[in-house]
């Protein structure tokens, strides 16, 4: 079963209204938590670490004001899109890493703008 | 220069065939590599790690040549349940990051 869950699995919003993406770790607690996004016949990009309590790294050129992310427990993290448009339709997925080391991805959120 | 490049394919080959995929990496301090496997619309699921000394899982084969930075993948005997896209993975220094390859897609055809 999965150990990292997330939801939604789809979403289709309208333009300019905002999404929220869960990520759960689940039986185990995990103090960093990543969040990545991937466009079609493309590599997951990494777009920022989520650190449980503290604010959010982000990697260059993902605006921190627009992707949201909050990690107020240490099993849950958030991606909040905010205002959303159509070139932020993408396949959103979040990760943690367990006590081994390992990284564990969530199914993975399609998000589509209209 | 991507920091990780592969062929994205797609390699079409009959059930039963070898088949290797490569990756090259920039970053020479990088410390962890992996093999992920992808299929269409779902997440990344773990292959297998890749060591310096090479590594065998069953039909799968991993090697990592540090000196010239790339990453290799030998499938043998290819199923058709090996159909998927194979995503080259290589962390950062410190274990910071994964860094994704945009990934070689395979089919295995009956």
């Known amino acids: 079963g999965a150990v990292v869950s997330q939801h939604p699995s789809r979403v289709i919003c309208k333009s300019g209204t905002s999404v929220k993406i869960e990520c759960r770790s689940l039986?185990?607690?995990?103090?960093?938590m990543f969040w990545y996004r991937q466009f079609p016949k493309q590599s997951l990009m990494l777009m920022a670490t989520s650190n449980e309590g503290s604010k959010a790294t982000y990697e260059q050129g993902v605006e921190k004001d627009k992707f949201l992310i909050n990690h107020a427990s240490l099993t849950l993290s958030t991606l909040t899109v905010t205002s959303a448009h159509p070139e932020d339709s993408s396949f959103y997925i979040c990760s943690a890493r367990g006590g081994n080391g390992e990284l564990f991805f969530g199914e993975g959120s399609r998000l589509t703008v209209l | 220069r991507k920091e990780v490049e592969q062929d994205p394919g797609p390699f079409n080959v009959p059930e039963g065939a070898t088949v290797a995929f490569n990756c090259t990496y920039s970053n020479s301090a990088s410390q962890s590599f992996f093999w992920y496997r992808q299929d269409c619309r779902k997440e990344p699921k773990l292959l297998m790690s890749?060591?310096?000394s090479g590594n065998e899982d069953g039909r799968f084969t991993a090697q990592l040549n540090r000196a010239s930075q790339y990453i290799s993948l030998l499938i043998r005997d290819s199923k058709l349940s090996d159909s998927a896209t194979y995503l080259c993975v290589v962390t950062t220094p410190g274990f910071q990051k994964l860094v994704f390859g945009t990934g070689t897609r395979l089919l295995v055809s009956p």
């Open positions: 039986d185990f607690q995990a103090t960093t």
């Open positions: 890749v060591y310096s």
